[in-house]
Nanobody, 121 residues
Framework: QVQLVESGGGRVQPGGSLKLSCVVS????????MSWYRQAPGYQREWVAS???????NYADSVKGRFSITRDNTVNTIYLQMNNLKAEDTATYYC???????????????WGQGAQVTVSS
C-alpha cells in the first residue's frame, strides 16, 4: 500500500511562513510527479504547485514567488515551503503523487490526509 502522511500545518500571522511535509511510504517503482492542492470551506479544490521527477516545478499564479515545492529523496518526503502567507492562503492542504507501483504498471494518484493552514492576525 502507498501512504502519504502530512504534517506541519498550523496557525500563522499574515506575512509569516510555514513548511508542510508529506512523507511517502509503501511499494513504489517510480514517482512521475508530485503536487500540492488546497481547499477552503465552500470552495473547490485548487491546484497549488507541482514538481516533476526531473525537478521542474510549476505554481499557481496566486502563490508564485511565495511558495516552493521540494523533495528530499533520502527521507522520501515532499515539502511545501510557504512564505509571506496571506489570509487567502487559509485552507486544507493536500499532497499528491502520481506513481507506478511496478515497471510499466498503471499510473495512479495517491493523496495525503490533509493539513490545515490558518493565516490570521
Amino acid at each position: 500500500q502507498v501512504q502519504l502522511v502530512e504534517s506541519g500545518g498550523g496557525r500563522v500571522q499574515p506575512g509569516g511562513s510555514l513548511k508542510l511535509s508529506c512523507v511517502v511510504s509503501g511499494s513504489i517503482f517510480s514517482i512521475n510527479g508530485m503536487s500540492w492542492y488546497r481547499q477552503a470551506p465552500g470552495y473547490q479544490r485548487e491546484w497549488v504547485a507541482s514538481r516533476t521527477s526531473g525537478g521542474a516545478s510549476n505554481y499557481a499564479d496566486s502563490v508564485k514567488g511565495r511558495f516552493s515545492i521540494t523533495r528530499d529523496n533520502t527521507v522520501n518526503t515532499i515539502y511545501l515551503q510557504m512564505n509571506n502567507l496571506k489570509a487567502e492562503d487559509t485552507a486544507t492542504y493536500y499532497c499528491k503523487i502520481q506513481a507506478r507501483r511496478v515497471n510499466g504498471g498503471k499510473l495512479n494518484g495517491y493523496w495525503g490526509q490533509g493539513a490545515q493552514v490558518t493565516v490570521s492576525s
